[in-house]
């Protein structure tokens, strides 16, 4: 079974364009979670959501962030307009939200660096 | 609330040699305990997991950490680290009832010298 797919696994791009990151969780999970890691601040969590709802986005940094579920297996992360401090590798990751584990299965990452 | 304190960002050790991460915890209510590795350029997976049962659980490559709820530590062990080892560790905590999202520790990187 496919894990947890995202991309791009790379951008590059300038001060003040939008950046739209993208997930497809694992087929039959029904949380999504949003985190950025840097150096200096490690895994924040952004936002996560539990069958396309979005349950807790307190970890948006800012309104410049906004982030969309349209269906249970799809979801974007959109920032604009990019700013150089928004440079971070971008993680999401599913989970079966009723299971007891709680486990959560991370994608590979999207890189991104804002110029 | 809940809190993770991984108490070393780094750790350097010779190959076959012992190790041990780091992990304290602090929650109001009883927890379930998770250590993920992130090898370089990839996504966090998970190396194991206490819920409930025996404190000493294993993963199938050679960890094992131990549950210790007086000293609410975490600790990660390996006997023998192998060069393949070198990855980014992470612990984790999460109430056992309620929200089940995760909070985890800042990492501790695991750096394996020949």
């Known amino acids: 079974d496919a894990g947890v797919i995202q991309s791009p696994r790379h951008e590059v791009t300038e001060m003040g364009q939008e950046v739209t990151l993208r997930c497809k969780p694992i087929?039959?999970?029904?949380?999504l979670f949003w985190y950025r890691q840097t150096m200096m601040r490690g895994l924040e969590l952004l936002i996560y959501?539990?069958?396309?709802?979005?349950?807790?986005d307190s970890g948006m940094p800012e309104d410049r962030f906004s982030a969309k579920m349209p269906n249970a297996s799809f979801s974007t992360l959109k920032i604009q307009p990019s700013e150089p401090r928004d440079s971070a590798v971008y993680f999401c990751?599913?989970?079966?939200?009723?299971?007891?584990?709680?486990?959560?299965?991370f994608g590979e990452g999207s890189r991104l660096t804002v110029l | 609330a809940q809190s993770v304190t991984q108490l070393d960002s780094q750790v350097p050790v010779f190959e076959e040699a012992p190790v041990e991460l780091r992990c304290n915890y602090s929650?109001?209510?009883?927890?379930?305990l998770f250590w993920y590795v992130q090898y370089p350029n990839q996504g966090l997976q998970l190396l194991l997991k206490?819920?409930?049962?025996?404190?000493l659980v294993e993963s199938i490559n050679g960890f094992e950490a131990e549950f210790n709820k007086s000293q609410t530590s975490f600790h990660l062990r390996k006997p023998s680290v192998h060069i393949s080892d070198t990855a980014e560790y992470f612990c984790?905590?999460?109430?056992?009832?309620?929200?089940?999202?995760?909070?985890f520790g800042r990492g501790t990187s695991l750096i394996v010298h020949p």
């Open positions: 990751a599913s989970s079966l939200a009723m299971q007891a584990v709680g486990e959560l299965f």
């Open positions: 087929s039959g999970h029904n949380s």
């Open positions: 959501f539990n069958n396309n709802v979005p349950i807790d």
């Open positions: 929650s109001s209510v009883s927890v379930y």
């Open positions: 206490y819920l409930s049962g025996s404190t």
């Open positions: 984790a905590v999460r109430s056992s009832g309620g929200s089940y999202i995760p909070t």
